[in-house]
Each structure stands twice: as structure tokens, then as C-alpha cells.
């Protein structure tokens, strides 16, 4: 491991990807699961993996949402105000967070899950596709 000038002796908390490379700032995935201390892969290497072979795929979109006192809403489909009274939130209550959602749907037909989310990052909206849905 190259060490660059000047930060000789910095320990690197930053994991890395071993399939794609690709830093993993937030949650990774063990490569292995059978290796709880293993490689890590990051969610877009874990994606078609966790429900491979399946009908149903997992989708993950980025997004703001309306956080409701009953869940989240859609901000390109529901106004603050629809937000607000379809959940019987008080308007003032109701605040935009930005987020991931993800579902599970199968490519060419209408079968797909409700939504789930917001969540903070991608990662975190797979792992929770994976507790809801993974059967192993
Ligand atoms: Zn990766």
C-alpha cells in the first residue's frame, strides 16, 4: 500500500470495493457471507446478486421525499399539502428529506412492491429489501 507524502503512519478506515474498486463510505456487503470478517463489495455489486435468479428485482431511486407522521410520500407525486392530509399530518410538520427508496419489481411487467424508505443511503435501502424479502 502506497502511503501518500506527508501522512506516513494515517491508518485508512476507507474500505474498498473487491469487485469494482469502488470506495464504500457507508454500509458494505460481505463478499462471502459465509466470511462474517471477509471482503466487502459495495451495493451496486450487491445488488444483482441479492435476489439473483429471482422474479423480482431490486430497484433503488434517489429522491426527496415528504416524512409524514405515516410514512414517507413521493415529492413528485404528492404535494406538501396532499402529504400532509393524506397522512393527517399538521402541514407544518411535514419536511422534505432527501433519500433512497427501493422496492423489489420484475422488468416488463406491473409486479413490484410498495416502496420502501426514505433511507439515508443505498445501502442501507438494500439491506432493508434484503430483511424484508430475502428468504435466506
Ligand atoms: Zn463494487
Redesign the pocket.
Known amino acids: 500500500m502506497n502511503s501518500p507524502s506527508g501522512a506516513k503512519g494515517m491508518i485508512m478506515l476507507t474500505e474498498k470495493?473487491v469487485?469494482?474498486g469502488?470506495e464504500i463510505t457507508g454500509d458494505g456487503f460481505l463478499a462471502d457471507e459465509s466470511k462474517p470478517y471477509g471482503d466487502l463489495?459495495?451495493w451496486?455489486?450487491k445488488l444483482p446478486l441479492a435476489f439473483a435468479g429471482e422474479f423480482m428485482q431490486p430497484q433503488i431511486v434517489e429522491g426527496d421525499s415528504w416524512d409524514t407522521d405515516n410514512g414517507y410520500y413521493d415529492c413528485e407525486i404528492f404535494t406538501q399539502e396532499d402529504a400532509a392530509e393524506d397522512s393527517g399530518t399538521p402541514l407544518d410538520e411535514v419536511t422534505k428529506v432527501h433519500g433512497f427508496c427501493a422496492r423489489l419489481s420484475a422488468n416488463g411487467y406491473l409486479d413490484a412492491t410498495e416502496w420502501q424508505g426514505s433511507y439515508d443511503t443505498p445501502a442501507e435501502a438494500l439491506q432493508a429489501l434484503i430483511d424484508t424479502y430475502g428468504d435466506d
Open positions: 470495493c469487485k469494482c469502488a463489495i459495495c451496486k455489486c
